[in-house]
């Protein structure tokens, strides 16, 4: 059988894109008999195709040991495993096209996989499909320091390139958890949104340009790097948060902004909910324009992460905390504007203690916290994770409710995410996955969410998780409309089956 | 014959949305004639059709008089003009919903209008299209002062909106000279840009939710009011920039900034276009998150409309005019990056005269200026406007090309635009439409523009008048995945006919 595993910790500020199993027991149960998937009607991989791959990719990327694959089936919270066979690491559009060319051709399933760090099985197959990791699809073509514009291929990792263009005076658009492991291109094909979308807004207004492969080869070419061309459909849009299953995104122009001269952090201990909120409004009209994340946390999202991945948190206990941070271009301007926050603020008694600081590596020692809050959920444990968005008066209320109605059948539940938009993230962790509770959560927390006209899914998509209850977010006339889509754009349905749409 | 005309000044600030033609001089030539366009095989209106109408609109919003119909044939440059015999107003989306229904059935061709300040003929009809007039449907639906999110019809006018979300602290995301007659509906569907796009984003990343009817009338629901929402196709984007070809849009949620707490705009002569670049590029850097517009104009784009329309310069004559605006949340310290700014460079003689000033009414008299110099080029004048993207360093180049290549066959060449954005509007004043001059502009403008990887449309759009032209800014995969989705979405093509994509 399949190699040994024990997952003992996570890399601070990092999800896993390759875990390497070393425990039978942490290899989880396949998804098609987890959740009782029918396979479609795909051809089955042959190893007439295994050569075609090696005669265009070379023997080296073309992945057919069972050990090579296992990691690659397998997503990095441990919920889904697909039985893929092939995994196939192409470095050109080119290589791509041929792939998926032959592909549709031969009708064989294909997954595509970017850093692997999504949270609703997206990126891993379900049954046999090919897997078509995009890593090596690696480099940066072009950085325009004056416009802003990056031009890279579809597997660069996230942190890597905001290093790179911080070098020439800019920032990545995005910062999320998952920088040091996902792909720009994950990005764009999940539409990330992150911790400072707040600021400087969601991928459809910043990408600039996408480069994509269709399910039959075709390569569209949408890869201009200008902020503003409109000459015919935004057909770039259609490829941003569709999942892999419209298209292969293999290159993005994307804008930066320019990196921030002054960054302040500010993280604060807050008595309840309400007043959270409160200093959100507050936070806004006093900040205004230099605001760049407002982040909220309950006690038990911080205090079991600080205790599971050791790390130390800087202030002590309160019911919830807020990390607020600044990007500026006057230092003095900015402290001057937050000294002042802070003053009215504690003096209100919205803030009941805090630090604020702009020294890189204390900020970083509360983001680690922050950043590491969903990692941390599976440290030895189950973690059911949900990702909604919700109007901002409501936005807290579901925790204590599942509280009450999850009891003790499981060890922790709760609460933290981006306040500004409205995007709460819910971890439920427990000793092991059991039906039970997964019934008493699903579709309990989708209706919930959906009486509130709240969105399923804020930020981490559909993925293979969620297709059946996506009608809570989407009516008939709209999934009706993403069939015809699907439809047009992959006839055959080869492209991450099982994925984003439900079955008709 | 028609009644009367003439156009002889312009209302400051606004584009007329429906002038009434007072002679016959006035009155452009028939777009097919002009154009040579031949008419495709739709039906044509019988009086059962307008009896249909009537029963679903009421006899008050079915126009068929034809000194009725004529101002919405024409567009307010008066360069297109349409043959249509029938203007519908409806005033509900179901009425939007029952008349496509009901054209698409029988075969009638339909040209959705909003507030007609297109410049590319868009929202003409070229034939006897119906015209699908939204001006009525201008109500506001909600409005969110926590997390910014109006909810509103298509056809209310971009300032009333404006007006109307100021009183609750807030500001539309997109800021236009033609404001006070374009219409959200139409500011969507034609992903317009504008002066403050350099700050607030483009329509991509402000919109948040759309409700729209397609050719058969299906209603398509994607209104939600939520920043984040990743549950399946983003079908929104089909919508945005599709130029009312895919989808007739009747509803708007859209994402409102915060009024800013203080605005100062600085109006400043410069040297040459290549100083009008450093001087951007020092603003960038010494007024960060507040800048939040940099407009270039040269001296005929000033001086032309300044006595064309009668409205004082303040500042003398400059070869380069900037107009820098901030938007902050407090004035002292805006003032202080503001001071610190103009006095760098005046000393640095990047700036060599301007007016720096919060007050309302001296900000006013300066957007005047900008905002009507495309108004000001029809006065008593025949007008050709280009509207490109550039790469920055090449951003003036053409315009002494252009003058140099037309020398006194016209009146006037300028060049004016959004520095930040890339986006070059050029105007060529002349007493009236020759075809030697438009033969010297077209396709030299867009081969020139192509040859720097620009587009040929920045933020005007495509419309009547450049589809012929895409190819200069769109590939063969792009062009040919475009003609499949119109094919999906309106099989018998009756949205806006001979709009966007060229014929095959």
Same mark, same amino acid.
């Given at each position: 059988m399949f190699k040994v595993i024990k997952l003992y910790s996570i890399p601070a500020r990092h999800t896993p894109s390759l875990v390497k199993y070393r425990s039978a027991s942490q290899i989880p149960q396949l998804s098609s008999e987890k959740y009782k998937v029918k396979r479609k009607d795909f051809s089955t991989v042959q190893a007439n195709d295994v050569n075609y791959f090696k005669s265009v990719l070379g023997e080296d990327r073309v992945l057919t040991e069972e050990d090579d694959v296992l990691s690659f089936n397998i997503d990095w919270i441990r919920n889904c495993r697909?039985?893929?066979?092939?995994?196939?690491?192409?470095?050109?559009?080119?290589?791509?096209?041929?792939?998926? *060319?032959?592909?549709?051709?031969?009708?064989?399933?294909?997954?595509?996989?970017?850093?692997?760090t999504g949270v609703v099985g997206g990126s891993v197959p379900v049954f046999d499909e090919i897997?078509?990791?995009?890593?090596?699809?690696?480099?940066?073509?072009?950085?325009?320091?004056? *416009?802003?514009?990056?031009?890279?291929?579809?597997?660069?990792?996230?942190?890597?390139?905001?290093?790179?263009?911080?070098?020439? %005076?800019?920032?990545?658009?995005?910062?999320?958890?998952?920088?040091?492991?996902?792909?720009?291109?994950?990005?764009?094909?999940?539409?990330?949104?992150?911790?400072?979308?707040?600021?400087?807004?969601?991928?459809?207004?910043?990408?600039?340009?996408?480069?994509?492969?269709?399910?039959?080869?075709?390569?569209?070419?949408?890869?201009?790097?200008?902020?503003?061309?409109?000459?015919?459909?935004?057909l770039?849009?259609?490829?941003? %948060?569709?999942?892999?299953?419209?298209?292969?995104?293999?290159?993005?122009?994307?804008?930066?902004?320019?990196?921030?001269?002054?960054?302040?952090? %500010?993280?604060?201990g807050v008595e309840n909910f309400e007043k959270v909120l409160q200093l959100y409004k507050s936070a806004k009209s006093s900040l205004g324009e230099i605001l760049s994340a407002f982040e909220m946390a309950d006690f038990d999202s911080i205090s079991s992460?600080?205790?599971i991945?050791?790390?130390?948190?800087?202030?002590?206990?309160?019911?919830?905390?807020?990390?607020?941070?600044?990007?500026?271009?006057?230092e003095d301007h900015d402290k001057e504007k937050l000294h002042r926050f802070l003053t009215n603020e504690m003096k209100s008694g919205l803030i009941?203690?805090?630090?604020?600081?702009?020294?890189?590596?204390?900020?970083?020692?509360?983001?680690?916290?922050?950043?590491n809050i969903a990692p941390a959920g599976i440290v030895g444990t189950y973690l059911f994770t949900f990702d909604v968005s919700l109007p901002m008066k409501n936005y807290y209320e579901i925790i204590p409710k599942l509280r009450q109605r999850l009891g003790n059948k499981v060890n922790l539940v709760f609460g933290f995410g981006h306040i500004g938009d409205g995007n709460l993230h819910i971890n439920v962790v427990m000793p092991e996955y059991t039906r039970e509770v997964a019934e008493l959560?699903?579709?309990?927390?989708?209706?919930?969410? *959906?009486?509130?006209?709240?969105?399923?899914?804020?930020?981490?998509g559909v993925g293979f998780r969620k297709p059946h209850y996506i009608h809570y977010s989407k009516d008939r006339s709209a999934l009706g409309l993403m069939r015809q889509i699907k439809t047009l754009m992959d006839p055959n349905g080869i492209l991450n089956p099982y994925k984003v749409l439900p079955d008709e």
């Open positions: 697909g039985q893929s066979k092939v995994v196939l690491k192409p470095k050109s559009t080119e290589e791509v096209s041929q792939i998926l *060319s032959y592909c549709n051709e031969r009708r064989l399933a294909v997954c595509p996989q970017g850093g692997n897997i078509l990791n995009l890593g090596l699809l690696n480099k940066v073509i072009s950085l325009d320091d004056i *416009s802003g514009a990056l031009v890279c291929e579809t597997g660069c990792v996230l942190e890597k390139l905001d290093n790179y263009v911080r070098q020439h %005076g800019l920032i990545m658009p995005l910062d999320l958890g998952a920088k040091g492991s996902c792909h720009i291109g994950g990005n764009v094909s999940t539409n990330a949104g992150g911790l400072r979308l707040l600021r400087y807004g969601n991928l459809h207004g910043s990408v600039l340009g996408i480069e994509a492969v269709k399910a039959d080869g075709t390569v569209i070419d949408c890869l201009k790097t200008l902020k503003k061309d409109n000459t015919g459909y935004h770039k849009h259609l490829f941003i %948060g569709s999942e892999g299953t419209l298209g292969v995104v293999t290159k993005v122009a994307i804008h930066c902004p320019a990196m921030p001269k002054a960054v302040t952090l %500010g993280y604060f992460t600080a205790r991945l050791n790390l130390p948190n800087p202030i002590s206990d309160f019911p919830f905390y807020v990390i607020l941070e600044t990007h500026g271009s006057d009941l203690d805090g630090t604020i600081t702009s020294e890189p590596s204390k900020m970083q020692a509360v983001w680690n916290i922050r950043e959560l699903e579709p309990y927390v989708f209706e919930e969410v *959906s009486a509130l006209q709240g969105s399923i899914s804020a930020e981490h």
